[in-house]
Nanobody, 122 residues
Framework: VQLQASGGGLVQAGGSLRLSCAASGRTFSSYAAGWFRQAPGKAREYVAAIGGSGVNTYYADSVKGRFTISRDNAKNTVYLQMNSLKPEDTAVYYC????????????????WGQGTLVTVSS
């Protein structure tokens, strides 16, 4: 599976962005997917994950209630809708895919995409 993230950019605090992650392969619906982020000088951290069917979703406490992960398996794409953005959300965001949601949530997916930069100004 190859993953291509897009949608990053510069936004003011309180604003919104939607990230997309396009996946190659006809069996993408067999994989759980997720988003991670890495802020300057910090370790990469888990943000959100979604099961293969799209029914089950999981969030880090820091983004719960503000971010929404979803997927469209017909388009082989996973999305991260980010609302009420804060300066501390500034980071490079990475999409990832794995055989199960727990492996993604634990930070051990099988596949990683390249990052897309999100900058939130105060």
């Amino acid at each position: 599976v190859q993953l291509q993230a897009s949608g990053g950019g510069l936004v003011q605090a309180g604003g919104s962005l939607r990230l997309s992650c396009a996946a190659s392969g006809r069996t993408f619906s067999s994989y759980a997917a997720g988003w991670f982020r890495q802020a300057p000088g910090k370790a990469r951290e888990y943000v959100a994950a979604i099961g293969g069917s799209g029914v089950n979703t999981y969030y880090a406490d820091s983004v719960k209630g503000r971010f929404t992960i979803s997927r469209d398996n017909a388009k082989n794409t996973v999305y991260l809708q980010m609302n009420s953005l804060k300066p501390e959300d500034t980071a490079v965001y990475y999409c990832a895919a794995g055989l199960s949601a727990p492996t993604v949530v634990s930070g051990n997916p099988m596949y990683w995409g390249q990052g897309t930069l999100v900058t939130v100004s105060s």
